[in-house]
């Protein structure tokens, strides 16, 4: 199973990113995704996740600011985090997650929030 992440760089305090996640292969269409990140020196943490049926949930720190969403296409899906008002604390890199009968990971995107 391969993740494909893209969408990772360097924005200003209050920007915007658009981090996507590909996964290959229609059975993922009932897989749950999730986006985590790693901060400088700091634990992995849960961003946001998604359940096959879009059910959304989100880490306070998060809430209001960032948007998960999924487009379940044919033989592909493809996992989105619209993140908006990005604040320097949002600095980390960003992993696509995918739990179906086993777990799944990206190898990661860099975010930057700096000006």
């Known amino acids: 199973v391969q993740l494909v992440e893209s969408g990772g760089g360097l924005v200003q305090p209050g920007g915007s990113l658009r981090l996507s996640c590909e996964v290959s292969?229609?059975?993922?269409?009932?897989?749950?995704m999730a986006w985590y990140r790693q901060p400088p020196g700091k634990q992995r943490e849960l961003v946001a996740s998604?359940?096959?049926?879009?059910?959304?949930?989100?880490a306070d720190s998060v809430k209001g600011r960032f948007t998960i969403s999924r487009d379940n296409a044919k033989d592909t899906v493809t996992v989105y985090l619209q993140m908006n008002s990005l604040k320097p604390e949002d600095t980390a890199v960003y992993y696509c997650h995918c739990r179906y009968f086993g777990d799944f990971w990206g190898q990661g995107t860099q975010v930057t929030v700096s000006s």
């Open positions: 292969g229609n059975i993922f269409n009932y897989a749950n």
């Open positions: 998604i359940t096959s049926t879009s059910v959304t949930n989100y």
